[in-house]
């Protein structure tokens, strides 16, 4: 239903007495409104009938001759008829502009994120970078520990030589090397006599006045030994080393008329 | 033969009636104007893909109607021929921008002879004048020359034309003529009859629904 003041912008628009801004606003609205367009097409024969009621003027022959030339002497710029407003064209174009805004964000968006990524890349790079650094350096704390941690060592280490104490075996001599920190050592022995299979050695390390059973070994014909070693129980302070000849397996205090070796 | 033949002074007293009595008549003429519109609508599509044939035969056709506008408005033949050769150019150019859906090709040619004419005459601000000494010459022209619509419709039909223009109230008809003829917008028709700007709109949209109330199935 068209409304009395369409009705009279079309009755206004039929007869050009619309005003520019008017006809502008109307002329968007018909192209968009059929039922405005039936209106209009109905109306727009009461202005062919006044046009038609002003009196017939031929216009001159040679007016008809003089405009064909004039035509006939343009250049003919074929323009596409209008475009009638389609709901399927238009949803096509709709689409269309749609999905090329999408693109555009998504180009927009797409070249954010490489930049993004890009830029990220780079930090890691640099953190790479800085890693490797830290890496290099802490290696070299760890060997600046692990130097430190050695001197340390050896400044621990109790480095002690155990004599003969036998005049049947005079030559016999060993050493024994003593981390108190660790609670362990090493114990290498020369030249010591023989023993029966139901007879080991048994080493001890002498805490203040305290013999602490280190380990038992057995020594073949060769006389040599050299074992690791760790006492039964807790050493405060390794004053001195000795071994003793006991029975297979050891015993848990040593038998003095039977010691072997010992340290000053 | 129909009943507007048969009415003694060649002018039927009342549009209303002789339409129910011209139905056959009007019945036949309507399938003649359809084949019109569709030969129009095609010689423009021609025009538009550039064919000169189709031109001239547009040309022949409507030039007639065009010119007898143009020459009402201007009152200058001389200048109704550059108008007119003006429209014709344009036409050519811009043939396929003609809308079907509103309105016929020989309304949309009228147009734009009767914009360019008006344009013309706003150009050079003699509007005003032309528009009293138009319709002071017409009544002369009038019994001069025989209408344009009894040229094209037929004396009988362009007798039911010109006497549903003449039953309009004089105030309306008066409106719809100078804003078509003299190109006057409503604010200055306003101005001029000195009547406000609602009674003008309304005045104009009485009468031309009353006229087209009138002359639906003449044309």
Known sequence: MIDERTQEQAALHVLGALSETDAREFNQRLQTDPEL???VARLSAATDALAGSVPTVEPPPQLRAKILAQVAGRQKIVS????????????????????????ILFNVRDTQLRKTIGDQAQQIDNLNQLAQTLQSATNDLQKTVLALQETNRLANLHIAMLNSLLADAPKAIAVSLWDNQRQDGVFVA??????????????????????????????EQNGAVRMNFKPTQFVKTAGQFAVTEEVKGGVASPTLKNMVLASN | MSFCAQVGDGRCSSVFNAKLDCALTFSKKDVNDQEAQDRDIELLRQIAAGDRAAFADFYDRHSTLMFSVACRILNDPGEAQDVLQEVFVQIWEKAGRFDSRLGKASSWAVALVRN???????????????????????????????????TIHGSENAKLIQSAIDEL???????????????????????????PLGTIKARIRRGLLKLRDQLEGVL
């Open chain 1, 37 to 39: 367009q039936a209106y």
């Open chain 1, 80 to 103: 596409p008829p209008e475009r009638k407003f389609d709901f399927l064209s238009w949803l096509s174009w709709a689409l269309a502009t749609g999905l090329a805004v999408l693109c």
């Open chain 1, 190 to 219: 020369q030249n010591l006599k023989g023993l029966p299979p139901d007879r080991d050695y048994q080493l001890w390390v002498i805490d203040g006045q305290t013999p602490v059973a280190a380990g038992v070994f057995h020594v």
């Open chain 2, 116 to 150: 360019k004419s008006i344009d013309r005459t706003r150009a050079s601000q003699r509007r005003t004048r032309l528009a009293e000494s138009a319709q002071a010459d017409q009544a002369v022209t009038t019994q001069l020359s025989p209408s344009v619509n009894e």
């Open chain 2, 169 to 195: 109230p004089s105030e309306q008809r008066h409106a719809i003529e100078l804003a078509y003829f003299s190109g006057l917008t409503h604010d200055e028709i306003s101005t001029k009859l000195n009547e």
